[in-house]
């Protein structure tokens, strides 16, 4: 487990924020769920946003940008290409200087043109369109609106994520809910930006690793889900900040009372995540100092002095990107796969098919992947991206490694294919093992390539 105790200001640098709405028009087509008997949204519980940050060591430099998107998954290379590659290309950044990250909010719209024979599919291309404008617009707005300023990590606790792998009790197979036994990593990253003239906050940064589930096939409503609440709460209590949330290693972790059509769920979720976001930053050290030990005052008992003492923050800032190689499993061809998903009329099973032959188009025919993995070195923090739904050993075994070093880990970042269990779940009958493409030891793979790249980034 990280260290929960004081976390230094990690970089010192020229940052900057921007935001741009990314709610699409009521009616686009919004199935994510095998159960849900609609295909469109009905309305709106809270608008979706789109929120880039971003970060130089002076004003001349290339910046990284991170950008938050409150979308589900892109399902398409297609899709991606349309809308990350469009960015690229129109920003000219090089590939490892943009991390696209999703909230992967389960009540947003499709943005894959696959689906534009679908009710409501006609408008996704005009929403790609749309989620193109807004990135760079937000990229822009940041880029107009960045000033010298520091940012400053600190661990906290949030136990809103609960593990979701249940053994059922009727049948020999683990279904995806609520599990009382075994612990979930509840581990919570925060990062505040803090402009260097006044020390007023510009932007928070919210690393948490828990499915947005919450809103379930019930819904027909465009949400950001508890990632809505909990913006709202630390947006009001930072005089207005844009905070970015960044989707964790939650591959198996969720919300215990998930799978509702009740909106109230999911924002008292995000009120309890917020509240723990505003008790982490409260427990910041100041802008540019930590807390140090300065001595002992004899008094009724000889007391140890600690105070904040000035410290000047690092100014490193370097991207790397590696694809990794990782094995697929046995899997039939797309072509066969759609030709069942043709023939198919149970609505579940031609939903996990089409779903099966989405995978099968983004990872290819082959036997092996190239899955690319994105590292930051942001000051003395670590920002680790891949665009998979890894299990939460991916960033416990990380900042196990590197311990007292703030690092960042997230799932979904420039692209989305299938999940990523460890090596001993593929000897169970659990859905994050028969979706997902890649063969078993892949997780840990991923691992020790991320493990490379950061002892690379800190060499």
């Not at 992967?104 to 943005?111: F, W």
């Not at 070195?377 to 991206?385: K, T």
Request: glycine share 8%; net charge negative.
């Amino acid at each position: 487990m990280p260290l929960l105790g004081p976390t230094s200001s990690s970089f010192r640098g020229v940052i900057g924020v921007g935001r741009q709405d990314i709610t699409p028009p009521v009616g686009i087509h919004a199935r994510n769920w095998g159960a849900a008997t609609h295909d469109v949204a009905d309305g709106v519980h809270r608008p979706l946003t789109l929120t880039a940050l971003t970060i130089e060591r002076s004003r001349i430099d290339m910046p990284l940008v991170l950008i938050s998107a409150d979308l589900m998954s892109w399902r398409s290379r297609a899709a991606e290409a349309a809308v990350i590659g469009e960015i690229l290309d129109q920003t000219k950044l090089p590939r490892e200087r943009l991390m696209f990250c999703l909230t992967h909010t389960h009540a947003a719209p499709s943005v894959r043109t696959e689906d534009a024979e679908r009710p409501g599919g006609a408008m996704i291309e005009a929403y790609q369109q749309k989620l193109v404008r807004a990135g760079l617009f937000a990229c822009r707005d940041a880029q107009i609106a960045k000033v010298p300023a520091t940012l400053t990590w600190r661990y906290g606790r949030c136990d809103l994520a609960t593990n979701r792998d249940l053994p059922e009790p009727e049948r020999q197979r683990m279904v995806c809910g609520f599990n009382p036994d075994p612990p979930a990593d509840d581990t919570l990253l925060v990062g505040r930006v803090t402009r260097d003239a006044d020390g007023a906050i510009i932007a928070t940064i919210v690393n948490y690793a828990c499915h947005p589930t919450t809103l379930g096939w019930q819904n027909d409503l465009l949400s950001p889900d508890f990632v809505g609440a909990m913006r709202e709460m630390v947006e009001k209590e930072t005089d207005g900040a844009p905070c970015l949330f960044l989707q964790g290693a939650s591959g198996e972790l969720a919300p215990a009372e998930q799978y509702t059509g009740d909106t109230a769920v999911a924002d008292r979720h995000g009120r309890r995540l917020g509240y723990a976001v505003l008790g982490t930053l409260e427990a910041m050290d100041r802008p540019g100092a930590r807390l140090a030990y300065e001595g002992v005052v004899e008094s009724g008992a000889p007391l140890a002095v600690w105070r904040q003492k000035p410290e000047l923050p690092s100014n490193a800032l370097a991207a790397v990107r590696r694809d990794v190689e990782i094995p697929l499993k046995p899997m039939p061809p797309a072509a066969e796969i759609e030709a069942q998903w043709r023939a198919c009329d149970d609505p579940v099973m031609k939903e996990r098919l089409a779903r099966k032959l989405a995978v099968r188009k983004i990872v290819g025919d082959g036997d092996s992947m190239r899955v690319p993995l994105y590292a930051w070195r942001v000051g003395d923090a670590i920002l680790v991206g891949q665009p998979n739904e890894a299990y939460s050993r991916f960033q416990t075994k990380l900042r196990a490694r590197f311990p007292g070093r703030a690092i960042a880990v997230m799932n979904l970042v420039n692209g989305s294919a299938g999940y990523l269990p460890p090596r001993e779940a593929y000897g169970q009958d659990i859905y994050q093992v028969w979706q997902s493409p890649y063969a078993a030891g892949s997780l840990e793979i991923l691992i020790e390539s991320a493990e490379q790249s950061i002892a690379e980034l800190i060499a």
